[in-house]
């Protein structure tokens, strides 16, 4: 042998991700919202090696690609291997129902190994949900045509991205939904609210039906979804 007569053949350790998707409120798994990881720059994967497992090492179902691995998370943490060394993005395309989508996380690999904590939480929040009824005071019974207005207690502007009204049916109800108010005139039905973020607001009754007087605003408070 020209040289050492001893030829050495290093193999690299086999990357290994954790993805462990989970309620915000109580840290259980979440099932039904659909991930993707990416290269951070965009560019190709590399999918020569990866392989993606659930917790008792069998194949997990996912869409891998050289753009982008994606899936719809169950009840259980996700093992991905064989991603090779570079920085990655895992990204949240839908929340559950009832969840807001969570901010994109940032990952990088090197030297196949995850740089800090091998396990990645991704923590989704409740969606928050109000419930607003209006109501005769003297029998109880749900007033239409009066005008009603959410704004933010010290009138910032409210960010509307998940805000969605229904009716109790489940139905769309129609509202004007802006940063500035949610504003809508109340018909023989409670109403729901989801998706206001975390803050102080005041419910202000802007007009009342006929025969009513206006009645006097309401603060609350959402916090933690």
Same mark, same amino acid.
């Given at each position: 042998?020209? &040289?050492d007569e001893t030829i050495i053949m290093?193999?690299?350790?086999?990357?290994?991700?954790? +993805?462990s998707k989970i309620d915000a409120s109580n840290s259980e798994q979440l099932d039904g919202a659909t991930l993707e990881i990416t290269k951070a720059d965009k560019s190709k994967i590399d999918i020569t090696n990866? $392989? +993606?497992?659930?917790?008792?090492?069998? *194949?997990?179902?996912?869409?891998?690609?050289?753009?982008?691995?994606?899936?719809?998370t169950g009840k259980d943490v996700i093992s991905i291997t064989g991603l090779p060394d570079g920085k990655y993005?895992?990204?949240e395309i839908t929340a559950p129902d009832g969840y807001l989508v969570a901010e994109s996380i940032d990952f990088e690999i090197?030297?196949?190994?995850?740089v800090g904590d091998e396990t990645i939480i991704m923590e989704d929040k409740p969606e928050s949900l109000v419930k607003i009824s209006k109501i005769d005071a003297s029998n109880s019974e749900q007033l239409?045509?009066? !005008?009603?207005? +959410?704004?933010? *207690? =010290?009138?910032?502007?409210?960010? #509307?991205?998940?805000?969605?009204? !229904? =009716?109790? $049916?489940?139905?769309t109800f129609k509202a004007d939904v802006t940063e500035d108010k949610i504003s809508y005139v109340? &018909?023989?039905d409670v109403i729901s609210v989801t998706g206001l973020p975390? &803050?102080?607001? #005041?419910?202000?009754?802007? #007009? *009342?039906p006929d025969g009513y007087q206006v009645d006097e605003r309401i603060d609350f408070e959402i916090k933690d979804g």
């Amino acid at each position: 042998v020209v &040289g050492d007569e001893t030829i050495i053949m290093e193999d690299k350790p086999e990357s290994l991700v954790k +993805i462990s998707k989970i309620d915000a409120s109580n840290s259980e798994q979440l099932d039904g919202a659909t991930l993707e990881i990416t290269k951070a720059d965009k560019s190709k994967i590399d999918i020569t090696n990866i $392989k +993606i497992t659930d917790s008792k090492g069998d *194949a997990f179902k996912a869409d891998v690609t050289e753009e982008k691995i994606s899936y719809v998370t169950g009840k259980d943490v996700i093992s991905i291997t064989g991603l090779p060394d570079g920085k990655y993005t895992l990204t949240e395309i839908t929340a559950p129902d009832g969840y807001l989508v969570a901010e994109s996380i940032d990952f990088e690999i090197k030297d196949g190994k995850v740089v800090g904590d091998e396990t990645i939480i991704m923590e989704d929040k409740p969606e928050s949900l109000v419930k607003i009824s209006k109501i005769d005071a003297s029998n109880s019974e749900q007033l239409e045509g009066a !005008t009603l207005e +959410i704004t933010k *207690a =010290d009138k910032s502007k409210i960010d #509307t991205t998940n805000i969605k009204v !229904t =009716d109790s $049916k489940g139905e769309t109800f129609k509202a004007d939904v802006t940063e500035d108010k949610i504003s809508y005139v109340t &018909g023989k039905d409670v109403i729901s609210v989801t998706g206001l973020p975390d &803050g102080k607001y #005041t419910l202000t009754e802007i #007009t *009342a039906p006929d025969g009513y007087q206006v009645d006097e605003r309401i603060d609350f408070e959402i916090k933690d979804g």
